[in-house]
């Protein structure tokens, strides 16, 4: 298999410098360098169309969630992992409304950053367990038997990154009937968007595959 394509957009010189030694070690990982602001990111992910761009929501001349908005508007295939300093829960609430399939903190571990590098390429979900905390922390967590078994199955797929559309698809239901069981499931944890439950979802994820 070719290896997967990483842009790096990160302003911190020391930062960037440790993620394109980091890549370097990965016989699966080729990154394709570092651009230093959002305006640069945004125009090195339209022509190289990396398959996941590691962004920094701190850019400077135009910052990550424009860089994502912008991105979204192209409909480019590349999958952002958010790698920031910024934990506030409107940044992450942002961030994952814009399409972002992981957020990761700067301060993680390399382990967990190539882990989440792998699974975003896959085409899967990835939010640190601190990020997800953080972001469901008034989310009450479901008892067995609170879901049934088909909205346990969309919650999961949820994680996954999949819209209501393939949910149907892969569950063999209507795409109405995708969105009534996410609408039962935002009711019955108390969630109050899709985000949410993208980040509750791929918080039991990681949990289950800890």
Do not use: C, W
Not at 31 to 42: E, K, M, T, Y
Not at 101 to 106: D, E, N, R, V
Not at 132 to 141: E, G
């Amino acid at each position: 298999m070719p290896p997967i394509k990483i842009l790096i957009a990160e302003d911190h010189a020391l930062l960037a410098d440790g993620l394109q030694l980091l890549l370097g070690t990965q016989p699966d990982l080729q990154s394709l360098g570092v651009v230093r602001d959002g305006a640069q990111a945004l125009a090195q992910t339209l022509e190289r169309v990396p398959d996941v761009l590691l962004l920094d929501l701190g850019l400077p001349r135009l910052d990550g969630l424009g860089v994502m908005e912008a991105l979204q508007r192209a409909q480019v295939p590349t999958r952002v992992l958010v790698v920031t300093a910024r934990l506030d829960e409107p940044s992450i609430r942002s961030a994952l409304a814009l399409g972002a399939a992981g957020y990761l903190p700067k301060d993680e571990d390399s382990d967990e950053l190539l882990l989440a590098i792998r699974r975003v390429a896959q085409g899967r979900r990835y939010i640190s367990e601190e990020i997800a905390r953080l972001f469901t922390a008034n989310v009450q967590a479901a008892p067995p038997g609170k879901l049934t078994t088909s909205e346990s199955a969309v919650l999961q797929l949820v994680g996954a990154g999949l819209t209501s559309k393939e949910i149907s698809q892969r569950l063999g239901t209507s795409e109405a009937t995708a969105r009534k069981h996410r609408e039962n499931i935002r009711r019955k944890l108390g969630m109050r968007n899709s985000a949410e439950m993208a980040a509750y979802a791929t918080r039991l994820q990681n949990a289950g595959e800890a």
